[in-house]
């Protein structure tokens, strides 16, 4: 299999694609500023108990105040599999005015707040460091069952005296020798212990340590043996990455491709379009079938349709194969569009029950291939299929559109920053072909975003450089609607509210 990812940032952001055999099965947008929250310790304060829902409430300082279970024993580290040590207390002690320490695992997501915990981890390359829970555990893609023994045997080697801390191997542990792991151990002790001092100090609301940002996290937990290319639009982050993979030792670095095309890269190879189109509730099957995927607010519900698609044999068999199709393609939308909850799918009725435990099984071997963990059940005697996936993030759709303000949110539009790296990507266009000068003609609203936040300033200062881009905005223009056109004319004719960018 061809694998290759994909790394850029523009307009504030920084994408990262990863791309099978041509198709694209994961795709991730983060603000430069604030990146992403999971995985951030936080110094908060208790604001609320609610001891029948057992349940408290963290001011992180995040807007929106945090959730804990009071009655948490571990972090559920559903990715590995381990043992517990001795139990953890519950915090059923927690008062309001309570100064605490917790780690966000998940994102804060429409009117919730983030959810955090109390049992702190810190990532490495190799291991995962738990500070004050006793658990050990060992990654699922390692299956060996002597190798897996042997690391849970360094595990006395790896604490100190009296510490009652646990571990997680993570994929490449194998491959490390035991002082690389003792190194890798004493690193991130050192950033627990470091924190510890620092919250002391620190007011609440304070970040006590953030987690790497996503392009520095999808090198740490990439294997390189498995990598075909890694292509960069960006030359500081081509730099950086290259830093990165001499330090990894398994990532040649004949593999980071620094892009060097006037044209917007992810727009280049057609990543831009293939990501877009998993907006879109329906997806074409090979064949002529079709998924039609529909969120609520409970869950992902999935139909499975035939449409066109015409077997060779029986009815049985061609729905049966359509159903197989479907499996596979749903396995790599949720993990696209990074749909996390309950998903229903509903596949065409089959008769034959070996046909119905063939496709269930097929679902749950291609959602395999995914990093969050997904637990799928057994089909119903109506030929309903449920499984879970963990949420890990926020959703594709949340990055490329956005709630509709003419229909009360009923629909939804393209998205501000969408439409930013749609209008920088046709202005890439327009000087690759040679024209020295743009005129945009775009929204009102957008053109003031442009220049009130400097949405291009970054490339005007580099690639951009002795071009000129002339902004024209339209009251009367809907925000997802603009035109970009090239000038080569030393004198332009343009109207009285035209602006210069930059």
């Not at 580290?77 to 059923?92: D, T």
Request: aromatic share 8%; with cysteine.
């Amino acid at each position: 299999m061809k694998k290759e990812w994909f790394f850029d940032r523009y307009c504030g952001q920084q994408f990262v694609a990863l791309v099978e055999d041509g198709k694209v099965v994961e795709f991730a947008v983060e603000k430069e500023e604030s990146g992403c929250i999971v995985g951030n310790i936080y110094k908060g304060k208790v604001t609320n108990v609610l001891s029948g829902m057992n349940a408290a409430f963290i001011n992180c300082g995040l807007g929106r105040n945090c959730y804990l279970s009071t009655e948490e024993t571990y972090t559920d580290y559903s990715k590995y599999e381990g043992m517990m040590g001795a139990a953890n207390p519950a915090l059923h002690g927690l008062k309001e005015g309570d100064e605490i320490i917790v780690q966000v695992t998940k994102p804060p997501r429409g009117t919730k707040g983030a959810k955090v915990t109390t049992h702190l981890s810190f990532v490495g390359k190799r291991i995962i460091y738990l500070p004050n829970t006793d658990f050990l555990g060992v990654s699922r893609k390692i299956v060996d069952e002597a190798e897996r023994e042997r690391l849970l045997g360094f595990t006395d080697t790896l604490r100190k005296k009296g510490e009652c801390a646990g571990f997680i191997f993570r994929t490449q542990a194998p491959l490390a020798t035991v002082k690389e792991l003792k190194k890798e151990v004493q690193y991130l002790r050192n950033l627990y212990l470091s924190m510890l001092e620092n919250a002391k100090r620190a007011p609440v609301g304070t970040v006590l340590y953030q987690d790497e940002d996503l392009p520095v996290r999808v090198m740490r937990d990439s294997l390189g043996d498995e990598i075909s290319a890694m292509h960069v639009g960006d030359i500081e982050l081509y730099e950086r990455l290259k830093r990165l993979a001499k330090l990894r030792e398994d990532i040649p670095e004949r593999k980071l491709v620094l892009y060097k095309g006037e044209r917007s890269m992810l727009r280049e190879y057609g990543i831009s379009d293939l990501a877009y189109d998993a907006t879109k509730p329906r997806v074409p099957l090979e064949g002529g079938g079709t998924i039609v995927i529909d969120h609520t607010e409970a869950m992902t519900v999935i139909d499975v349709n035939s449409g066109s698609f015409v077997g060779e044999n029986n009815l049985e068999e061609t729905v049966f194969a359509v159903n197989l199709q479907a499996a596979k393609e749903i396995a790599r939308q949720v993990r696209l569009r990074n749909i996390g909850g309950i998903v229903v799918v509903d596949f065409i009725d089959m008769f034959d029950e070996a046909h119905k435990t063939a496709v269930t099984d097929a679902l749950r071997t291609f959602l395999e291939k995914d990093k969050a963990k997904c637990n799928v059940l057994p089909m119903s005697e109506l030929g309903l299929v449920q499984f879970t996936r963990k949420r890990v993030g926020n959703e594709l759709s949340s990055y490329l559109v956005k709630p509709c303000p003419h229909c009360h949110g009923n629909g939804s539009v393209h998205d501000d920053l969408f439409m930013m790296t749609q209008i920088r990507a046709d202005l890439m266009d327009c000087f690759a072909d040679g024209y020295r000068s743009a005129v945009v003609e775009l929204n009102d609203g957008m053109a003031r975003k442009i220049l009130q936040e400097g949405i291009f300033s970054k490339e005007m200062n580099g690639r951009w450089k002795g071009r000129q881009i002339y902004l024209i905005p339209h009251k009367t223009y809907k925000e997802h609607h603009f035109s970009v056109r090239g000038e080569n004319d030393r004198i332009l004719t343009l109207p009285d509210n035209a602006q210069l960018l930059y």
